[in-house]
């Protein structure tokens, strides 16, 4: 078992399964990351029912932790929950003049359903799972995650870690709620880029928006604890005033490190 456990991550499973990368066009990706914008006031324009379930449709492929998928998108239509939407994002322009709202909510209670779902999903599948797959919804999304009552697994962890890390690299996080946060929170986070920007490619824009008060946010939507707000993102069509400003971004030579 032990030398399952670090196979896990070093050892490339066998398997029958390949996927060939499809062709892509980079100038026209290029175009679609250049011309989003956080747009912050929209036309009257309607952005089609379909172009919406299309692009959240894409959200949901971006890649996600273990892909566990702690992800929820609300797309608020009911005009009194959207008008308090609006409110609760302190009726800042970008909110108060979209077509749609979505919210997005990362969420640590999802974990061991959907690790269950994982190896639910693997038992139909046509396809021969790797045993270290098996394994990793198993046994060690539990270990990974699993903070127990009061956090207290996750104190205990913090320790072995350490001891453990003394000889080898391993993985340090998540030990506390507000790690799970963090990772839940940087999951979602990717889902809306791929939402922003195949709305950008659907030809609309974004903005997306934490200038918001999360409790009220929670309100209306009815989530639970281990819920927590992400971002809100309105979308509409840019109007000729929506931009406040051309793009500002600091030397390349300040962020990009070649080391
Ligand atoms: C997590 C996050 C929260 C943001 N919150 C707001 C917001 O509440 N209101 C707003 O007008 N813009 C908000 N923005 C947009 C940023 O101000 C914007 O991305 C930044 O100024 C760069 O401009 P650009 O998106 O046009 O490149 C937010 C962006 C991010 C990523």
């Known amino acids: 078992m032990a030398r399952e456990k670090e196979d896990i991550f070093s ?13 892509t066009d980079f100038d026209a990706f290029k175009a679609v990351v250049e011309s989003r914008r956080s747009v912050r006031v929209y036309t009257d324009d309607k952005i089609p029912e379909q172009v919406m379930q299309d692009c959240l449709d894409l959200a949901l492929l971006a890649p996600n932790s273990s892909n566990l998928q702690a992800w929820e998108f609300f797309w608020v239509k009911e005009s009194k929950k959207k008008q308090a939407l ?14 749609e709202l ?11 359903d959907h690790s269950k779902e994982m190896l639910e999903y693997f038992d139909k599948s046509s396809t021969k799972t790797p ?6 919804y198993k046994k060690i999304t539990k270990l990974a995650y699993n ?3 009061f956090g207290i697994y996750g104190i205990f962890k913090r320790i072995l870690l350490f001891v453990i890390g003394l000889k080898k690299a391993i993985p340090r996080e998540p030990t506390s709620e507000s790690d799970m946060k963090i990772w839940a929170h940087k999951t ?3 889902a809306c880029e791929n939402f922003m920007l195949a709305m950008r490619a659907a030809g609309y824009d974004t903005c ?6 999360s409790k009220r946010v929670k309100k209306i939507l009815g989530l639970k604890q281990k819920e927590y707000i992400t ?5 509409g069509k840019r109007a000729p005033n929506g931009i406040y400003g051309p793009r500002i971004r600091f030397g390349r030579n300040r962020f990009i490190k070649t080391v």
Do not use: F
């Not at 490339?12 to 990368?21: F, L, S």
């Not at 609006?86 to 077509?99: D, G, K």
């Not at 919210?103 to 061991?112: D, E, G, L, P, S």
């Open 102 to 112: 979505v919210v997005a909510v990362a969420k640590t209670n999802t974990w061991k």
């Open 131 to 136: 045993k270290s797959a098996i394994h990793y």
């Open 147 to 149: 903070q127990g009552p």
């Open 188 to 190: 979602t986070a990717l």
């Open 208 to 213: 997306p928006m934490e200038g918001m008060d």
């Open 11 to 23: 050892k490339v499973p066998e398997m029958d399964y390949t996927e060939a990368a499809a062709k």
């Open 86 to 99: 609006v409110e609760a994002c302190l009726s800042q322009p970008a909110a108060r003049t979209a077509a």
């Open 231 to 235: 971002m809100v993102i309105s979308a």
